[in-house]
């Protein structure tokens, strides 16, 4: 099965985050499409949030990554887009469960309080864990229907 496509996108916070997290992913053979920002100046994390949810939103992409000082914010504005469910992930077994039980499609992670390599390994359980379904589908179904 080919590796997802991913969306990446940052703040100023965690825009060195996403370029080492970048180069890692590119390694790893995932065709990510980078959403900005495209250097350290500061920027309204909202606008790259929008970018990468509706990339993945419209199915540009798999998968999105998000990267902020906190990763709330990211995860907030993000949700705010039809079919977005980003979950801020700050430990492995977060990621395991958000994409377990809750079919996150966006990880968004904190550059300031997560360091690299932890952040690398919430990525590569993000990116292998599959959503369970069977009981946990429907409660996924009902997240989807608050936002008819």
């Known amino acids: 099965m080919p590796n997802p496509k991913l969306a990446i996108a940052s703040d100023h916070a965690g825009f060195e985050q996403k370029e080492q997290l970048i180069e890692w992913l590119n ?7 980078d959403f900005g920002p495209f250097d350290d100046n500061r920027v309204d994390y909202p606008d790259y949030a929008q970018l990468v949810a509706e990339a993945v939103s419209t199915e ?3 998968l999105g990554i998000l990267l902020c000082g906190t990763g709330i914010g990211m995860s907030i504005a993000a949700n705010k887009i039809k079919g977005v469910r980003a979950a ?3 430990s492995v077994e977060f990621a395991t469960l958000a994409r ?4 996150a499609n966006i990880a968004a992670l904190s550059a300031r309080f997560v360091d690299l390599n932890t ?12 959503p369970l379904g069977d009981r946990h589908a429907d409660r996924v179904d009902k ?3 608050l936002e008819q």
């Open 119 to 130: 952040n690398k390994e919430i990525l590569s359980t993000f990116l292998g864990t599959q």
């Open 60 to 62: 540009q992409a798999t």
């Open 100 to 103: 377990e039980h809750n079919a």
């Open 27 to 33: 390694q790893l053979d995932y065709e990510v499409n």
């Open 88 to 90: 801020n992930l700050t």
């Open 143 to 145: 997240i989807t229907a």
